[in-house]
């Protein structure tokens, strides 16, 4: 098992670009989220997904947009990249939503120039 | 207030000594409580996971919630060089999404 899977680790974008991060598991889990991570401000909630088909907002979801056609795969899309974006991007899954054990990818790090 | 306080850091200790770590949070729906490793430029890792009050140990690993207090405590014993991480306390209501702390730098010095 590969566990959760992210690309790319690292990416450096100008202000206005946008692009992909890619997150896949191979553990059958149903939720499937993201996460940012800056300095001081601990892990926060972007999306999350209970099922194919399923998405619905975190805690912080401007700019940010995402999809799940398949189990295996949630990935986020920025739509037009700002300064502000700048962040370690973790995507994490867990079996259910009633499952408490959280299982995190190993990061995007995003520059946004 | 922050749903989960956690204090920094950072904290650096010699190694073989015990090391305490804490959280404290406000929301009484609280019932699983977690802590997470994080290596420098890695993702979290799942360290130890607790149901609703008392301890749980797990090797040199010891969990503790105490939920009357809303405070929950990771202790390690004989701290190695290789615990050196970021340590992160999470929470959550059953079904509900997880709150995480800002996390506590360690540093074990040889």
């Known amino acids: 098992n590969a566990g959760v899977t992210q690309t790319p680790k690292f990416q450096v974008l100008k202000t206005g670009q946008s692009m992909t991060l890619q997150c896949a598991q191979d553990?059958?889990?149903?939720?499937m989220s993201w996460y940012r991570q800056d300095p001081g401000m601990g892990l926060r909630l972007i999306h999350y997904?209970?099922?194919?088909?399923?998405?619905d907002q975190g805690e912080v979801p401007n700019g940010y947009n995402v999809s799940r056609s398949t189990t295996e795969d949630f990935p986020l899309r920025l739509l037009s990249a700002a300064p502000s974006q700048t962040s370690v991007y973790f995507c994490?899954?867990?079996?259910?939503?009633?499952?408490?054990?959280?299982?995190f990818g190993s990061g995007t790090q995003l520059s946004v120039l | 207030q922050k749903e989960v306080e956690q204090d920094p850091g950072p904290l650096s200790v010699p190694e073989g000594a015990i090391v305490s770590l804490n959280c404290t949070y406000s929301?009484?729906?609280?019932?699983?409580f977690m802590w997470y490793r994080q290596y420098s430029r890695k993702g979290p890792e799942l360290l130890m996971y607790t149901y609703s009050s008392g301890n749980k140990e797990d090797g040199r690993f010891t969990a503790q919630v105490d939920k009357s207090s809303k405070y929950i405590s990771l202790f390690i014993r004989d701290s190695q060089p290789s615990d050196s991480a970021t340590y992160l306390c999470?929470?959550?209501?059953?079904?509900?999404?997880?709150?995480f702390g800002t996390g506590t730098s360690l540093t074990v010095i040889p």
């Open positions: 997904s209970v099922g194919a088909g399923i998405t």
């Open positions: 999470a929470m959550s209501a059953r079904g509900n999404q997880f709150y």
């Open positions: 553990m059958n889990h149903e939720y």
């Open positions: 929301n009484s729906a609280f019932q699983y």
């Open positions: 994490a899954s867990r079996k259910g939503l009633n499952n408490e054990k959280l299982f």
